[in-house]
């Protein structure tokens, strides 16, 4: 494994940009606003899933295709975004029902979809392979006794483990502001709409980023 001194370089670089609020954290919240504290933290636990297809696929050097054609990486970057946009939609005109927002043609209080959704959502956003091919080989050591494919898998678990506790925080933080807010429908309403609007604009912000 790499040295002692580049590994706490390491986990100090990805505890930073764990925490620095970004579109998984800003996803999450958003599932939470729409769905409550569980479903948030099942959409947590559905990106941290779907980071590791991003994992393996640097430890494989899968990642490299985004880079060497710019019109797959355009082509996953833009049906991420459009998912993103779908949910925040559906999100939007949903309508109550019991203490949970529901998206049409699913029961009350469903966290498997926010589940699901969220392992689409991180599987489908580029970015993240791009990172994680960026990122890693900063750290990785050619010359330590284990070969760099898991060295690849073992740093990049570790970097979606603080990027999923990020996320958890987030979820948790604002499970407690809705918990205040829940006995008024009015704010449940508000808050699923909240929740929708973020997605979009998560979305959307996919779709109009340059790279």
């Excluded at 927002?101 to 956003?125: D, Q, Y």
Aim: hydrophobic share 60%.
């Amino acid at each position: 494994m790499p040295s002692t001194e580049l590994l706490i370089a390491f986990f100090a670089t990805t505890a930073i940009f764990a925490y620095i609020p970004g579109p998984a954290m800003l996803y999450a919240a958003a599932q939470t606003m729409a769905r409550g504290r569980w479903s948030g933290l099942t959409a947590a636990l559905g990106i941290h899933l779907g980071g590791y297809v991003h994992v393996i696929a640097a430890a494989a050097g899968l990642s490299v295709l985004f880079h060497a054609v710019p019109a797959l990486y355009m082509a996953v970057k833009l049906v991420g975004a459009l998912y993103l946009i779908w949910l925040g939609v559906s999100l939007l005109r949903a309508k109550a029902q019991g203490e949970e927002a529901v998206m049409p043609g699913i029961e009350p209080k469903s966290a498997h979809r926010a589940f699901f959704e969220s392992i689409t959502v991180e599987v489908l956003n580029p970015k993240t392979a791009i990172f994680f091919m960026a990122f890693l080989p900063q750290f990785i050591d050619a010359s330590a006794a284990f070969p760099v494919w898991l060295q690849f898998v073992v740093l990049g678990t570790i970097v979606n483990l603080m990027f999923s506790s990020a996320d958890v925080v987030c979820v948790v933080l604002a499970g407690a502001v809705i918990a205040r807010l829940r006995r008024s429908s009015r704010a449940q309403r508000l808050m699923r709409r909240a929740g929708g609007a973020v997605l979009v604009g998560l979305g959307v912000h996919v779709a109009l980023q340059k790279s």
